[in-house]
Structure formats: structure tokens, C-alpha cells
């Protein structure tokens, strides 16, 4: 199993999706593609934290209506966020009747999320599901690093996490198909930098292309796109040179969510994206319409989480990080 790739014989497909995001988001350069937003980021609530559970209450509500589903038809929710005990999750699934199980992945939830609802339906435990992930810029800093009102310096390696929610209804209506997944290996390479989340995920992005084309049928030119959520900057330029040592070459195929979400520069958001919610609402908005329309057949999703906790990292601890692979087809 360490290396095995699952193929989904009866593959399910992404029935609907939906994505809900803030207004820095918005202001981005995919703004016109997102279902909702909010202004202040608040989405009227008076905390982060419950402004980051209403996300994930509306992307879940948003693709369940637009697959033409009720709560009841939906045999399970996949869902999970940054915060502690999964609290975004939590209080967001309170609104629906549907089974859950909560999942904590860091940025890889998503990916970990399609997989997990994916190997479901293919065995025949469920016939539909729901995989759901969020993040917020103001509650994740409060936790990982300062409260806001610090005004403390960020570095030029250091990622803004995405305010937003993603969430994805797999049945069998769509014309995008899950065919295979691979699980991540937590790998721990000893970097303890919290504000180059990058540099620590990238290894295991590596490990898990690696394993993935060596026990493939596939190279990478088969792929339209092969993308990564959330290395960013510091760690899409690290993952693409050290394949190259393993002679992989996704350079011309390759791009990261962190790096399609915001503009670089201009939105000064220095390495890029990050947070549970940014591959999330990239695949929602733009990547599995455009695969819906036939610009893209084949696409590699590859979601990459760093496994830390505050308290690991007061304690001078390095960050672990995993990366989950999901092979999508159109058509």
C-alpha cells in the first residue's frame, strides 16, 4: 500500500461545487469566479472564527442546491479547517443533518477530502458526499502567529492565508471524474520556519510525484496541468528543481494555487496563497469549470498541508508536512 496507487473503478464524479471567499480574494485576479464573497470579510458575524464557519455553511449550501440535492441526500460531510479541533468545521456542519467526519490535513484537506469522499463512492458506502475545507486570513493569524492589532513584520517567504471556503459534491452527475488517488507520507525534513511554510512542504510534494510517476503509466506530458495548493513562491521553485534531480520534469504543466489566487506584487501577499480554503476554491472557480468546458482533460490536484501546532512550534519543533494526490479526467 506505501506506494500504491488506488484507481477508482467506478469513479465518482464532482457533481457541483461552490466557493465563497473574502474581499482580498475578490480584488484578485480570478475575483469575477467566485459564487460569493464579503466585503469586510466578516460575513455578518462579530468573530473570525464564526465568520470562517458561515463560509463553509454557505459553500456547503451552495453546492448541495446546486446539484439540485437536499440535506437528506447527502449520505456524508467530509470537512476540515486550520483552526484548532476543527472549530471552523464543527460549528459550520451543526447546520446540517448529514453525518460528518472532520478532517485535519492543513492545506492538503482538500486534496485529502475528494480523495477520502472518492475511495467512499468507488466501494459503494456512500452514493453521495460532500467535501468541504476553509480558511481565514485573521483567524489563522491569531492562532499561528500574532493577532492583527501587532502589526508584526512579515517575511519575504512568508504566504497570506486565503479567506475562503470551498466545497464539492461528489455522486454520479458531472463530467469530471476522480480516477485515481494517492495518499502523502508525512515527511520531516527538519525546517522549523513558520513563515516559509513552502520550503517545509515541499519535500513531501517530491516524495508523493515521485512515487506517483514511478508507479504510473503516465509522464507528465499526459497531464494538461499538474498542480500543487499551497506551495507558493519559495516552494513551487524548490519542488520543480529537485525533480529535475529525479528526472521529473512538470515545469511546463506546473502551477500552484497560492500563485493563481492573488497578485504577487501588486496585492503584496509575498510568496503568495495559502490556507485550507485557497486550492480549494482555485479547483471550485477555475479549474474544474475549465475542465467542465474541455480546456483541460487531465488534470493532477496535489494538496500540500503543514502538520505543525502552535504549541509544537513554541516549543522549537520542525514542521512535518504530507502532500494527498487526486488524478482528474473530464469527459
Same mark, same amino acid.
Request: net charge negative; aromatic share 8%.
Given at each position: 500500500m506505501k506506494n500504491q496507487i488506488i484507481t477508482l473503478n467506478n469513479a465518482p464524479k464532482i457533481s457541483s461545487y461552490y466557493s465563497v471567499v473574502g474581499h482580498k480574494e475578490k480584488a484578485g485576479p480570478m475575483g469575477?469566479?467566485?459564487?460569493?464573497?464579503?466585503?469586510?470579510d466578516k460575513f455578518g458575524k462579530d468573530t473570525w472564527e464564526k465568520a470562517e464557519s458561515e463560509m463553509q455553511y454557505r459553500a456547503v449550501k451552495g453546492a448541495i442546491n446546486r446539484a439540485g440535492l437536499r440535506d437528506s441526500d447527502v449520505d456524508l460531510l467530509l470537512a476540515g479547517d486550520l483552526l484548532n479541533q476543527c472549530v471552523g468545521s464543527n460549528y459550520a456542519i451543526t447546520n446540517f443533518d448529514i453525518p460528518y467526519l472532520g478532517l485535519y490535513g492543513a492545506c492538503s484537506t482538500c486534496s485529502e477530502g475528494l480523495a477520502l469522499g472518492a475511495c467512499l463512492y468507488s466501494n459503494g458506502i456512500v452514493s453521495k458526499c460532500c467535501a468541504v475545507t476553509s480558511s481565514h486570513y485573521c483567524s489563522s493569524e491569531r492562532q499561528f502567529r500574532f493577532p492583527l492589532?501587532?502589526?508584526?513584520?512579515?517575511?519575504?517567504?512568508?504566504?497570506?492565508?486565503?479567506?475562503? $471556503?470551498?466545497?464539492?459534491?461528489?455522486?454520479?452527475?458531472?463530467?469530471?471524474?476522480?480516477?485515481?488517488?494517492?495518499?502523502?507520507?508525512?515527511?520531516?525534513?527538519?525546517?522549523?520556519?513558520?513563515?516559509?511554510?513552502?520550503?517545509?512542504?515541499?519535500?513531501?510534494?517530491?516524495?508523493?510525484?515521485?512515487?506517483?510517476?514511478?508507479? $504510473?503509466?503516465?509522464?507528465?506530458?499526459?497531464?494538461?496541468?499538474?498542480?500543487?495548493?499551497?506551495?507558493?513562491?519559495?516552494?513551487?521553485?524548490?519542488?520543480?528543481?529537485?525533480?529535475?534531480?529525479?528526472?521529473?520534469?512538470?515545469?511546463?504543466?506546473?502551477t500552484d494555487c497560492g500563485l493563481m489566487i492573488f497578485e504577487r506584487e501588486q496585492q503584496d501577499v509575498h510568496a503568495g496563497g495559502s490556507g485550507c480554503g485557497c486550492s480549494a476554491v482555485v479547483m471550485a472557480a477555475d479549474i474544474i469549470p475549465k475542465m467542465e468546458r474541455g480546456e483541460y482533460k487531465e488534470v493532477l490536484f496535489m494538496?500540500?498541508?503543514?502538520?505543525? $501546532?502552535?504549541?509544537?512550534?513554541?516549543?522549537?519543533?520542525?514542521?512535518?508536512?504530507?502532500?494527498?494526490?487526486?488524478?482528474?479526467?473530464a469527459g
Open positions: 469575477d469566479l467566485f459564487d460569493e464573497y464579503s466585503d469586510d492589532e501587532y502589526g508584526g513584520q512579515r517575511t519575504p517567504t512568508a504566504q497570506w492565508t486565503t479567506t475562503g $471556503s470551498g466545497a464539492f459534491v461528489l455522486g454520479n452527475e458531472g463530467t469530471v471524474k476522480i480516477t485515481e488517488v494517492l495518499f502523502g507520507k508525512a515527511i520531516d525534513k527538519g525546517i522549523t520556519d513558520i513563515n516559509n511554510m513552502g520550503a517545509a512542504m515541499a519535500p513531501s510534494a517530491i516524495d508523493t510525484i515521485v512515487r506517483y510517476f514511478r508507479n $504510473s503509466n503516465h509522464s507528465p506530458d499526459y497531464f494538461d496541468k499538474i498542480i500543487t495548493g499551497d506551495l507558493g513562491y519559495e516552494g513551487s521553485e524548490i519542488l520543480k528543481d529537485l525533480l529535475l534531480g529525479e528526472g521529473i520534469d512538470i515545469r511546463k504543466n506546473h494538496g500540500t498541508g503543514a502538520l505543525m $501546532s502552535p504549541i509544537t512550534l513554541f516549543q522549537g519543533g520542525s514542521i512535518p508536512a504530507i502532500c494527498h494526490l487526486v488524478h482528474l479526467s
